[in-house]
DNA sequence: TTGCGTTATACCTGAACATGAATAACGGAT
DNA sequence: ATCCGTTATTCATGTTCAGGTATAACGCAA
């Protein structure tokens, strides 16, 4: 069986991609660090990219899915709050189902 | 409920992207128009994206997707074989699955 | 007031990618 | 031989996109 169904999926909000893996991941190491600086670093993802990441989830969500704080001991960071904790888990359970759907369909091409 | 679930889904072979929606589509307008460039226009598509994308289904598969002739009357023409037809179809009954996939996960978000 | 590390934002540049134009090759029909 | 519409391929160009740099704003601590 050389051939694989395979996919991406991710959560859209009004206004366009509110949550996928990519940020997902950020998240994750978000909350880990409460910094967005230092998820950034971690991931080797650039600053500029991980902060509009982080915005655009906040802009398509109703409630914050983080909360920035700048300047204060140690410059400020960013804490995930319930909500984004809330949504990140739905999204890993969501993935799950969806990484059983593409290696069940797998199994069910024929070529 | 404002979110949705979204995703794109394909089939892939050893060297990549064997068969996903938008080659599904150029495939059903080259078995209906026997030609690449046909096809290519009523999809609004350049012919060179068109002919890449058919041979890159060739190059994916074992047995050949479609069988191009050049010269001739009508200046030549593509056929679909019977294997290219039989992909067709399951591409399409995989693409319907994931689409009750997605709708029945859009109905589980809550956020 | 100065220093610090973070958030927030603007700008520039190089690379990847899509698009369109142009052209050759082909082979049956006239 | 010429014409025709198609397949097949190359080239130049334009446009989007990621990356890095630079810099301002912020607020607590010393």
């Known amino acids: 069986m050389a051939y694989k ?21 950020l998240l994750q190491k978000i909350a ?23 915005d655009a989830m906040n802009r398509e969500s109703k409630t914050p899915i983080v909360i920035t704080n700048t300047g ?13 904790l809330k949504a990140l888990k739905q999204f890993e359970k969501l993935h799950k189902r969806f990484q059983s759907f593409t290696s069940r369909e797998t199994t069910k091409v024929k070529l």
């Open 5 to 25: 169904v395979k996919g991406t999926i991710w959560i859209e909000g009004p206004g366009g991609t509110f949550l996928g893996l990519g940020r997902v991941n």
């Open 72 to 84: 204060g001991q140690g410059g400020g960071g960013t804490i995930v709050t319930k909500e984004g």
């Open 32 to 54: 880990e660090t409460g910094s967005i600086s230092e998820a950034a670093r971690r991931m080797n993802m650039s600053y500029r990219q991980a902060w509009e990441h982080v």
